[in-house]
């Protein structure tokens, strides 16, 4: 039997340069395993350094982490030209890192509503800056943002208005910088999962009668786990999605078709 491998080089990263935020845990962990499995020289970013290099750790030597906060501009500039002066270049950008604070819009402060801003959009923006630099220097590259299937939607299970508004800004983000730098020759473009299977919606699945709903809503009849995510964003940072750009891919089970 052929090599796996072999047989689907368009999927492999092979040399290549990923930059992953919020790789500690959850999907940006279950993508930065998945990444060096095929082939690329992986670095997590994370708010949290210690899990970030334990992270780091646990994948081995195509693996380094280093502590960083989305939100802060200086630091996601000195981080990423850190990477830039240690790898050579960059490659792939996974802008995974994320937070929800699922309150009523009446009882949401100004406060709470940047806090979910600052991470959800502007540290997006940030970190595809910061990689849009050395990309479209190098004339190459990919970002997969990650948005949720309540960029696309209402919701409607609970109130997130916060977590809504910056996932559907990541949408048209993308679309936005996919045209800015076709030319330029770096892709962008996002997924945008349902519920998935993390200690992300831990609160969540302590409600037996919430997780029945979410499986009544899903015409898949469950929630995704970490790998069938990070399998999307694998295929959209390699060589196999060369002519996709601009797009956004549910990872939802059939849930926006609906």
Same mark, same amino acid.
């Given at each position: 039997?052929?090599?796996?491998?072999?047989?689907?080089?368009?999927?492999?990263?092979? =040399?290549?340069?990923?930059? +992953?935020?919020?790789?500690?845990?959850? +999907?940006?962990?279950?993508?930065?395993?998945?990444?060096?499995?095929?082939?690329?020289?992986?670095?997590?970013?994370?708010?949290?350094?210690?899990?970030?290099?334990?992270? $780091?750790?646990?994948? !081995?030597?195509?693996?380094?982490?280093?502590? *960083?906060?989305?939100?802060?501009?200086? $630091?996601?500039?000195?981080?990423?030209?850190? &990477?830039?002066?240690?790898? =050579?270049?960059?490659?792939?950008?996974?802008?995974?890192?994320? *937070?929800?604070?699922?309150?009523? @819009?009446?009882?949401?402060?100004?406060?709470?509503? #940047?806090?979910?801003?600052?991470?959800?959009?502007?540290?997006? /923006?940030?970190?595809?800056?910061?990689? =849009?630099?050395?990309?479209?220097?190098?004339?190459?590259?990919?970002?997969?943002?990650?948005?949720?299937? *309540? !960029?696309?939607?209402?919701?409607?299970?609970?109130?997130?208005?916060?977590?809504?508004?910056?996932? !559907?800004?990541?949408?048209?983000? @993308?679309?936005?910088?996919?045209?800015?730098?076709?030319?330029?020759?770096?892709?962008?473009?996002?997924?945008?999962?349902?519920?998935?299977?993390?200690?992300?919606?831990? $609160?969540?699945?302590?409600?037996?009668?919430?997780?029945?709903?979410?499986?009544?809503?899903?015409? *898949?009849?469950?929630?995704?786990?970490? #790998?069938?995510?990070? #399998?999307? &964003?694998? /295929?959209?940072?390699?060589?196999?999605? $060369?002519?996709?750009?601009?797009?956004?891919?549910?990872?939802?089970?059939?849930?926006?078709?609906?």
């Amino acid at each position: 039997m052929a090599n796996s491998d072999a047989a689907l080089p368009a999927w492999r990263l092979d =040399g290549a340069v990923a930059a +992953i935020t919020g790789g500690a845990r959850g +999907i940006g962990r279950a993508a930065a395993e998945l990444f060096a499995a095929a082939g690329a020289r992986v670095v997590i970013l994370d708010v949290d350094g210690d899990a970030a290099r334990a992270a $780091a750790s646990a994948i !081995g030597g195509a693996a380094t982490a280093h502590a *960083m906060n989305v939100a802060d501009e200086a $630091a996601v500039d000195s981080v990423f030209e850190a &990477i830039v002066r240690t790898e =050579g270049r960059l490659d792939v950008l996974v802008n995974n890192a994320g *937070m929800a604070l699922r309150r009523p @819009t009446v009882e949401l402060t100004l406060a709470d509503w #940047q806090r979910v801003v600052d991470v959800n959009m502007t540290g997006v /923006f940030l970190c595809a800056r910061a990689a =849009g630099r050395v990309m479209t220097r190098q004339g190459s590259g990919a970002i997969v943002n990650l948005s949720s299937i *309540m !960029g696309l939607s209402g919701g409607g299970l609970y109130p997130n208005i916060s977590y809504q508004t910056t996932k !559907g800004a990541v949408v048209n983000m @993308t679309r936005a910088l996919a045209v800015e730098w076709a030319r330029a020759g770096v892709r962008v473009n996002a997924v945008a999962p349902t519920w998935v299977d993390t200690e992300f919606i831990a $609160a969540l699945k302590d409600n037996p009668e919430f997780i029945s709903a979410v499986e009544r809503l899903t015409p *898949m009849g469950r929630l995704a786990t970490v #790998q069938e995510v990070a #399998q999307a &964003i694998l /295929f959209l940072s390699s060589p196999a999605a $060369a002519m996709i750009t601009g797009h956004t891919l549910p990872v939802d089970g059939g849930f926006l078709a609906q």
